[in-house]
Nanobody, 121 residues
Framework: VQLQASGGGLVQVGGSLRLSCAASTRTFDHYFMGWFRQTPGKEREFVAAISWSGGSTYYADSVKGRFAIARDNAKNAVYLQMNGLKPEDTAVYYC???????????????WGQGTQVTVSS
């Protein structure tokens, strides 16, 4: 599975961004999709995940109520709508695909190249 993330950028506190991730696979609906983020010197951390059909979504406590993950299986795409952005949301955001997304065990996960999100105060 190849993943291509886009949509990052510079935004002010309280602003919004929408990240997109395009997947190249014929079995997109066989994968959980997710987003992780990483800042320098820290481990990659889970942000959000969505089940194969999109019927279930999961969020890190730090983004609940502000971020929303969605997928379009017809387009092989997953999205992360980020609202109410805070400086602590600044990170490189990675798109992820796996049969099941496990925030504590990312072995077997496919990763995109990352897109930088910077929230300025």
């Amino acid at each position: 599975v190849q993943l291509q993330a886009s949509g990052g950028g510079l935004v002010q506190v309280g602003g919004s961004l929408r990240l997109s991730c395009a997947a190249s696979t014929r079995t997109f609906d066989h994968y959980f999709m997710g987003w992780f983020r990483q800042t320098p010197g820290k481990e990659r951390e889970f942000v959000a995940a969505i089940s194969w059909s999109g019927g279930s979504t999961y969020y890190a406590d730090s983004v609940k109520g502000r971020f929303a993950i969605a997928r379009d299986n017809a387009k092989n795409a997953v999205y992360l709508q980020m609202n109410g952005l805070k400086p602590e949301d600044t990170a490189v955001y990675y798109c992820a695909a796996a049969p099941i997304i496990n925030p504590k065990d990312t072995s077997g996960t496919y990763w995109g190249q990352g897109t930088q999100v910077t929230v300025s105060s």
